[in-house]
């Protein structure tokens, strides 16, 4: 069974800094990993999602950097806004499988004036 | 509908009793998937549904939980003889064809709350 680590917890960042959220699995998978943001009463949405065989993805201020050989991958998220503010979630697809996911517990995120 | 619909979204239900709690997913999406969000947790996979495939029911808690999927469309997660440490938000999502990391939309949820 996949298991997935998150850290941190919880994270305040004031505008316009960067905001680092880490990820560490343990079993190696072969399908694209995902983050989410999801924003109190919501349900998650997906944000960005990676291919294993890449090392960095960005997409407008949303870059994952991803290092397969110690199983890790991270979020970052530059020039971040008050907007930004929401609890973001890794997710690992179980080996053979992009249908099912493990999710790490979240990084709650506070983006301050 | 624009995106995936779950009623109702707040259910209070006393221990022992039974819920429901439905999903409308996206028009045209063949993968349907449940996940439960506890307080402080991730989210955890309950159940699959892909197409006229039988479902992946290995996330599912105990035989207390049952879920169904009619006409390839609507989904009905049940709780029988609930039991306060059932109290999550009940999350469905859909996929056009089942990369549920690249392309599943979730519902709001389902705030189950057990007294």
């Known amino acids: 069974q996949q298991q997935v680590k998150q850290s941190p917890q919880s994270l305040i960042v004031q505008k316009g800094g960067i905001s680092i959220i880490n990820c560490a699995y343990e079993n190696t998978a072969f399908d694209y990993f995902p983050w989410y943001q999801q924003f109190p009463g919501k349900g998650p949405a997906l944000l960005i999602a990676?291919?294993?065989?890449?090392s960095e993805k960005k997409e407008g201020r949303f870059t994952i950097s991803f290092n397969k050989s110690a199983k890790q991958f991270s979020l970052h998220i530059m020039d971040s806004q008050p907007g930004d503010s929401a609890t973001y979630f890794c997710a690992v697809p179980n080996t053979g499988t992009a249908s099912k996911l493990t999710f790490g517990t979240g990084t709650r995120l506070q983006v301050t004036l | 509908g624009a995106g995936v619909s779950q009623s109702p979204s707040n259910k209070v239900t006393e221990k022992g009793k039974d819920v429901e709690l439905r999903c409308d997913p996206i028009?045209?999406?063949?993968?349907l998937y449940w996940y439960r969000q506890s307080l402080g947790q991730g989210l955890e996979f309950l159940i699959y549904?892909?197409?006229?495939?039988?479902?992946?029911k290995s996330g599912l808690p105990s035989d207390r939980f049952s879920a169904e999927r009619t006409g390839g469309s609507v989904s009905t997660l049940t709780i029988q003889r609930t039991q306060q440490e059932d109290s999550a938000v009940y999350l469905c999502a859909s996929s056009l064809n089942g990369a549920m990391n690249t392309e599943a939309f979730f519902g709001q949820g389902t705030r189950l709350t057990v007294v």
């Open positions: 990676i291919r294993p065989d890449v």
């Open positions: 549904f892909q197409g006229n495939s039988a479902p992946d």
């Open positions: 028009s045209g999406h063949t993968a």
